[in-house]
C-alpha cells in the first residue's frame, strides 16, 4: 500500500483505513491480502495523524484543523460529515 507516510491504520473486515500524512485519509480494499486495492481517498485540510473507525464513521486527528468525521458507510464515496475544533494539536491519543 503505497503512502507518503502513514501515522495510523485501522481495519473494519476487509478494509483498511490509512492515515496517509500528507495524502488525508485512505481506504483500501483487503479482501485479497497479497493485491491491496485502493477504493477511495479523502483529502483533508490538515495532517492525519490518527484514525479511528467505528459504526461507519471514520473519526481523524487533523493537525491543527482538529477532528474531522468522514461517513465511509460507502468506503468508494466516502463524504465529510462534520467535525471538531480542539484546541493545540489532537494525537493518536486524542482518539
Known amino acids: 500500500m503505497p503512502t507518503e507516510r502513514s501515522n495510523s491504520v485501522d481495519a473494519v473486515g476487509t478494509r483498511v483505513f490509512v492515515a ?24 483533508t485540510d490538515g ?3 490518527a484514525v479511528t473507525v467505528r459504526n461507519g464513521f471514520a473519526f481523524i486527528s487533523d493537525g491543527f484543523t482538529g477532528v474531522k468525521v468522514v461517513d465511509v458507510q460507502d468506503p468508494v464515496h466516502p463524504s465529510f460529515w462534520g467535525y471538531y475544533n480542539t484546541p493545540g494539536f489532537p494525537g493518536m491519543n486524542s482518539l
Do not use: C, H
Open 20 to 43: 496517509g500524512e500528507g495524502q488525508g485519509l485512505l481506504v483500501y480494499d483487503i479482501s485479497n491480502p497479497s493485491n491491496p486495492t485502493l477504493l477511495s481517498s479523502f483529502d
Open 47 to 49: 495532517k492525519v495523524r
